[in-house]
């Protein structure tokens, strides 16, 4: 998965989740796109602040709709070629102190280099 912008130029934002994408849309306030991809997975993109996406997986088959609630961007219903609709809790989809509060509550020892890289894109350390 990667992100690409170049606003400078006036590209626009690149998001790749590897698999054909049947369905895109923004969140209530614009900060998140959901995704939803031939390969049975939603992905929750932050689109404005890297290259990483939260992926919900649970459709056995293809996804071809997925939409935030209008009134809670914390909830997100998709269906699927399964025959399933979904209605999904996206913890990470708050405010960022919500989602850092939350991180606090769950994690459990502290991150490793690599850890730090990929999931806080943080710079490598020394």
Do not use: Y
């Amino acid at each position: 998965m990667a992100c690409k912008t170049n606003r400078s130029a006036g590209e626009p934002v690149v998001l790749r989740p590897q698999v054909p994408v049947r369905h895109a849309e923004f969140s209530p306030d614009g900060r998140w796109v959901v995704s939803a991809a031939a390969g049975g997975i939603v992905r929750v993109w932050d689109w404005m602040g890297g290259d990483r996406a939260v992926a919900l997986r649970g459709h056995r088959l293809g996804v071809f709709s997925a939409a935030f609630s209008p009134d809670d961007q914390h909830r997100i219903v998709s269906a699927g070629n399964d025959g399933t609709v979904r209605v999904w809790n996206c913890a990470v989809c708050g405010p960022i102190e919500e989602v850092l509060a939350l991180a606090d509550e769950r994690v459990t020892r502290e991150l490793t280099c690599d850890e730090r890289a990929t999931f806080l894109n943080a710079p490598p350390c020394p």
